[in-house]
């Protein structure tokens, strides 16, 4: 029994899968029985027995009250290397984790600082774009005030041009773009 104890005290104790099958064979239950049976069985051979057969029963029992001992010392020492392993493996995790998330923030920041530019140059076009036609269609609107235009083409034209009416504002470099909302 000891040398197997010795064994199992020997197990990778950076493992807790490792931890926790060492642990599985070491069956407490099953040497408390073994001590118990021998404890019944000396008993019953002081009254029955001889001496020789008694001090047997004895040496057994000894044994047994030994490998329990010495198995719950294990048992125990197992149990605290199984929580040092969890905590490590936990921390483990955790650090690869923190370290993927960290790089993942990293090429993103540097996606930022590289695609920011080019975003800002794409909207700076776009509201150069968007105040063109905000002055195209003021523009259109100052011909059609003084004129009074009839005919079917022109009233669709007035209509669609009313459809800027709209309450969404862009504001952009101190311009404002009505567009339809």
């Known amino acids: 029994m000891l040398e197997k104890l010795k064994r199992l005290l020997g197990v990778d104790t950076n493992s807790s899968a490792a931890i926790e099958t060492a642990l599985a064979e070491i069956d407490l239950d099953a040497l408390r029985e073994t001590q118990s049976r021998i404890g019944s069985e000396r008993q019953a051979l002081l009254l029955s027995g001889t001496d020789e057969q008694v001090l047997d029963a004895e040496r057994r029992l000894d044994g047994a009250r030994l490998d329990l001992e010495r198995a719950t010392l294990a048992h125990d020492a197992l149990t605290a290397k199984l929580a040092e392993a969890r905590v490590k493996e936990i921390e483990g995790t955790y650090l690869t984790a923190h370290a993927e998330t960290e790089a993942a923030r990293a090429a993103w920041a540097a996606?930022?600082?590289?695609?920011?530019?080019?975003?800002?140059?794409?909207?700076?076009?776009?509201?150069?774009?968007?105040?063109?036609?905000?002055?195209?269609?003021?523009?259109?609107?100052?011909?059609?005030?003084?004129?009074?235009?009839?005919?079917?083409?022109?009233?669709?034209?007035?209509?669609?041009?009313?459809?800027?009416?709209?309450?969404?504002?862009?504001?952009?470099?101190?311009?404002?773009?009505?567009?339809?909302?």
């Open 111 to 181: 996606k930022v600082r590289r695609e920011l530019p080019k975003v800002e140059k794409t909207m700076a076009s776009i509201f150069e774009e968007a105040d063109a036609v905000s002055q195209r269609i003021r523009a259109l609107r100052r011909l059609r005030e003084p004129h009074d235009y009839t005919g079917d083409i022109v009233d669709q034209l007035y209509r669609w041009l009313d459809t800027f009416h709209g309450t969404l504002e862009v504001r952009h470099l101190g311009s404002t773009l009505r567009v339809p909302t």
